[in-house]
């Protein structure tokens, strides 16, 4: 039997992306309504979830804190995103920070996990109250985080949006200067993002949410884990231990302390590494 050389492209490039990225994180929030099963997640494979903290107008993600309990007990890695909008940036940031602190300390769980990773949802605001968040309100967010953390956060977005704004003639080199110290949590459903200036590669890649990915083959990217259906789903780039290096790296620990770091840190994959995905889309 011949098989096209497209499908036996497309098998290879598939192989290349398993062996060179890890599908190994979930995001959620209080929108996910069922009670997550982490102990089957992490059977799955799933090394960290990054969590919903805080939202506009200066509320808290009511699953946060029970969340973080039962994740964190079972091994798994631990992370915060605020959603921002056009209110106070200071304020916002100091808002994350004192509920992610709050729930940190009075998180019963020995031993401690390192830190919790801290991103910026920087997306378009349609259904909370005030607004979306502009260029230079998420410039001042970041810089207060990295001012009271010593981190600068992720920033999270569209691949369209984040292009589109940043590439406004009103946003200064200044500006993304100081975005580009972030590292980039990026969503696209329809295929893998391409440089997204000011930054150089993605580190985190959003390739479902709510069950939405068009992604081939689709065996390649599953759209649940474990007892969650339509999941947010993410592949980092390289594999899980280097996905634990760089979340040790770029961590929070609300207690003062730095987080450990291993004696043989792994380095994640550069830009080059990472295969592209569009010749999978030009063959289907």
Known sequence: MKVPVTHILFLLQTLQVCALASNSVVNLSHYDGMRPDFGRMKEEGIVGVIHEATYPRFDRDSQYSVRQQAATRVGLLWGAYHFGDATDPIRQADHFLTVVETSWSQANLEPRPNGILLVLDFEKNGHYPGGTMRVDQAVAFVERIRERTGKYPGVYGSENRLRAVLNNSKVSSAQR?????????????????????????WHLWQYTGD???????????????ANIVRAERNIFRGSSAALEDFWQEHAWNPAGKTPKKKSQPRRSLEASTVPTLQPFLDAR
Do not use: F, M
Request: overall charge positive; charged content about 20%.
């Open 177 to 201: 200067e100081v975005l580009s110290k972030c590292w980039l949590w990026i969503a696209n459903y329809h295929y893998q993002p391409r440089a997204t200036e000011p930054w150089n590669h």
């Open 211 to 225: 069950g939405r990915c068009d992604l081939r083959p689709r065996a390649a990217y599953p759209k649940s884990v």
